[in-house]
């Protein structure tokens, strides 16, 4: 804050958080007098680190950096056998692969339930399918759940 206290931090970014930012180091030239001249140089990596977001389609068809370390971050609904490996042959410096959907984003607001120990296996699993899935369970599955269920656990407990 008062330009005399400098953080010297990592001097290449290495987490995807540091994505936009700009890396550099302080030099500091003494003369003989006490008087000090401060000059900032900035570091370019040799692989910068970026991000591609989108469809599996869109992003296997996209031209940018082939040099540059990637998280790629894929919105398609329905995982993509092989993505990764396909995704490699364009952007070989893949470092992260993840999904942005309807599964990751409720999955990922989900917490720990204190009361799950409570709940039958019916109800567990329906929750879970739907979560999974993004629609419920249909009647013959229901009905499929039930009988598995009442055969793994005994009738009373289905």
Do not use: W
């Not at 008087?35 to 910068?48: D, K, M, N, T, Y």
């Not at 296997?60 to 993509?80: G, M, N, Q, W």
């Amino acid at each position: 804050p008062d330009g005399h206290t400098r953080y010297a931090g990592a001097p290449l970014a290495y987490t995807f958080g540091e994505i936009d930012g700009v890396k550099s180091f302080t030099v500091v030239d003494l003369d003989g007098e006490g008087e000090a001249r401060i000059s900032e140089c900035e570091i370019a990596p040799l692989r910068p680190l970026r991000e591609l977001r989108g469809t599996f389609a869109d992003l296997i068809a996209k031209e940018a950096d082939a040099t540059a370390y990637y998280r790629v971050v894929l919105t398609d609904e329905e995982d993509v056998p092989d993505a990764l490996a396909e995704l490699r042959l364009r952007f070989p410096y893949i470092m992260q692969l993840i999904y942005d959907n309807t599964r990751t984003r409720a999955a990922a607001a989900l917490s720990f339930d204190e009361d799950l120990p409570l709940r039958d296996p019916f109800t567990l699993f329906s929750e879970f399918y739907e979560l999974q899935n993004g629609k419920p369970l249909s009647d013959e599955a229901k009905e499929v759940l039930t009988e598995t269920i009442g055969e793994v656990f005994g009738h009373e407990n289905s």
